[in-house]
């Protein structure tokens, strides 16, 4: 990070006030910071990548976000243009140039949030957001920013957006990027131009009376920016908080040049490095003093308990911080020994031979089972969840009975004449229940797999418990087609969810013909207390995975199979075939609408956890590693999955 970017270029080299000229206003801004903002996370990495791609270059400054039913942006809501934008370090900068009919009003604030600053008063929460299309990983990791449509000017800003400072006219968002006319027509030497502090002397002209409030000001001036600037910096550094607040202590309240706070926070990180080095593990990579001396991951820094942790992923297949030098282990018998001192497999932690000083009874356990929950997560999200597309998801926040309840009665509006009053719409609702299940078994890590060092034999039991866990969910959405002898479960109303009454029930075996059908079913089912029709087509094919092949003929023929009059095929390319595995019918077929459109099927998962768990028995003296030498690790998911709704969803049972 160049603290000095943060650091107003507040006089001249002739100790005045630079002059603003002709053109508009410009201000220091911050685009975006690294960290969460609206559920998401930005790393550095990918801000820095966006500006490599010249995403943030010439954008257009609106005054607040677009609303919803705006189509495109208005002219009359342009601010300004980003110029120059950089990463300092710590965030996306740029000049925002005021202009458009916006522009004074984006003026007036900026300046009166800054003056607000200077003068350590609350300042208005208002501040600079980006609009963004970007994509994301299953975890909500922003993965790469793909286009920045605007930056406006906005309450609230939700990813650290800022005004930093005024600029004059005509100053560049670097010094010594572009010179700076002189006085005396020359240009300005960037390399021997410092930031004004406390002790610098600036000679004014006694003809100029106002020199000296001038000056004045921008001390005060470059005061708020060194307190901002030491903001910054402890935010960014990687200390523990005991050595921020020594710095903190040693420069708040003074002014002070950027190198300075830097050899400040680079001594109290080589102090810190020093005092960790003794926990570090030898072998694995360089101390930790070298470690931050090269700028390396801080994991190089992490106890040598994270570092076996590290190791173990290893050991297991998992993956591991980029460049990370660790100790290989040769087996999970070295683990153990390691992690308990126990080399004679008497099922004890021995304290005295165990070779981390920090390692307890519960460690063995802790790191064991951090490590299969691990490999058993990647075994269950291997593969493709099927149901997915059909189904809808809800969290759950107790072990209470899920409740499905939908409202009907408001089928169109009704007309008010003039000056006449509204009538009342009279409404209803129909109510589903399904019961949360809680599915679970423990296995025992035994003294006898530790001493056969079988690494595979290990790794194995995660890896079946998370296929097993893919398969409890999978059979629970299956069975809504096949329980009941493919009738389905029965509904509050005591019907089955398929039925002749509800239109939803062929026997066709599965074929163009009877696949139009069975559309056309499931467009004529009518909204609950009403004759008006969805018309909502389904858009999954479920099959067996015998019919796969049948069902993609139907879904990728341009003319209908089989016909000898080459008659267009109405549904090609219309919907997604699903094969169901778990089917053991190899004739019936199903179709289900798109839930977003009509919710049928839905899955609830407690507290939204929708993986399973792993919990370990940290206790070394419990009764199973007493009666079995074993070390026991217990695996739960809580799952419900229920059916709010028949409409959208068609079954034939063909016999």
Not at 64 to 77: I, K, L, Y
Not at 239 to 261: G, I, M, N, T, Y
Request: charged share 20%; proline share 5%; net charge negative.
């Amino acid at each position: 990070m160049e603290l000095g970017a943060l650091l107003p270029d507040a006089l001249g080299d002739d100790g005045r006030q630079q002059g603003s000229g002709s053109q508009g206003k410009r201000f220091e801004v911050i685009c975006i910071r690294p960290g969460k903002a609206n559920g998401l996370s930005f790393s550095p990495e990918v801000l820095q990548r966006s500006l490599e791609d010249g995403l943030w270059q010439g954008l257009t400054v609106f005054m607040d976000h677009a609303a919803p039913s705006e189509n495109g942006r208005r002219v009359r809501d342009v601010a300004g243009v980003l110029e120059h934008p950089t990463w300092n370090g710590q965030a996306v900068i740029a000049q925002l140039r005021t202009c458009g009919p916006q522009a004074e009003t984006v003026q007036r604030l900026a300046s009166e949030v800054l003056a607000a600053v200077e003068a350590g008063q609350v300042a208005p929460n208002i501040g600079l957001s980006a609009d963004l299309l970007l994509c994301r990983d299953s975890q909500r990791n922003v993965t790469r920013i793909v286009r920045v449509n605007s930056v406006d000017v906005v309450y609230d800003p939700a990813a650290g957006g800022a005004f930093v400072r005024a600029l004059n006219a005509t100053a560049q968002s670097k010094s010594g990027e572009h010179p700076r006319p002189q006085p005396n027509g020359g240009s300005d030497m960037t390399d021997q131009k410092t930031p004004l502090a406390e002790s610098d002397q600036v000679v004014v002209a006694q003809s100029e009376p106002q020199a000296g409030e001038e000056l004045a000001s921008m001390r005060q001036m470059y005061q708020a920016s060194c307190t901002y600037m030491l903001d910054m910096a402890l935010a960014a550094s990687d200390l523990p908080l005991p050595l921020k607040d020594e710095v903190r202590a040693q420069f708040s309240q003074r002014s002070f040049r950027p190198e300075e706070l830097q050899r400040a926070i680079q001594a109290k990180r080589d102090t810190w490095a020093r005092l960790v080095e003794a926990q570090v593990v030898r072998g694995a990579g360089p101390s930790g003093t070298a470690g931050a001396a090269a700028g390396r991951e801080p994991w190089q820094l992490r106890d040598s308990l994270d570092q076996v942790r590290l190791a173990a992923y290893q050991l297991f297949g998992l993956p591991v911080p980029e460049n990370a030098r660790i100790t290989r282990l040769s087996g999970v018998r070295e683990l153990y020994h390691k992690l308990t001192g126990d080399l004679e497999f008497r099922g004890q932690f021995d304290p005295e031979r165990v070779t981390l000083a920090n390692a307890d009874t519960s460690t063995m356990a802790n790191i064991t089972a951090d490590v299969l929950n691990k490999v058993l997560l990647q075994a269950y999200n291997r593969r493709e969840r099927w149901w997915e597309p059909i189904v809808a998801n809800r969290d759950l926040n107790s072990l209470h009975d899920m409740k499905m309840i939908r409202v009907y009665g408001f089928s169109a509006l009704s007309t008010v004449g003039e000056g006449a009053p509204y009538t009342e719409k009279t409404w209803d609702d129909l109510q589903e229940t399904a019961s949360v299940v809680k599915k679970g078994n423990y296995i025992g890590i035994t003294l006898e797999m530790l001493m056969a060092d079988d690494v595979q034999a290990v790794r194995a039991v995660p890896e079946l418990l998370g296929s097993a866990a893919y398969n409890t969910v999978a059979d629970a959405v299956a069975a809504v087609f096949t329980s009941n002898s493919g009738a389905g479960p029965t509904m509050a109303d005591g019907t089955s969810l398929f039925h002749a009454t509800r239109g939803n029930l062929g026997s066709a075996a599965l074929a163009s013909a009877s696949f139009d059908a069975a559309q056309l079913a499931i467009m004529s089912q009518t909204e609950p207390g009403s004759l008006r029709k969805l018309g909502v087509p389904g858009r999954f094919l479920l099959v067996p995975v015998q019919l796969r092949s049948t069902a993609m003929v139907i879904r990728n023929s341009q003319y209908q199979p089989g016909s000898s009059n080459n008659d267009v095929n109405p549904w090609y390319q219309g919907f997604e075939v699903v094969p169901v595995p778990a089917w053991s019918d190899a004739n019936d077929w199903a179709v289900a609408t798109d839930p977003n459109q009509a919710e049928h099927i839905v899955l609830g998962w407690l507290q939204g956890r929708r993986e399973p768990e792993i919990f370990a028995a940290t206790d070394a003296q419990s009764a199973a590693m007493f009666t079995n030498d074993e070390m026991r690790l217990k695996v739960r998911f809580f799952i419900c999955c229920g059916v709010a709704d028949y409409r959208g969803l068609y079954k034939a049972n063909v016999a």
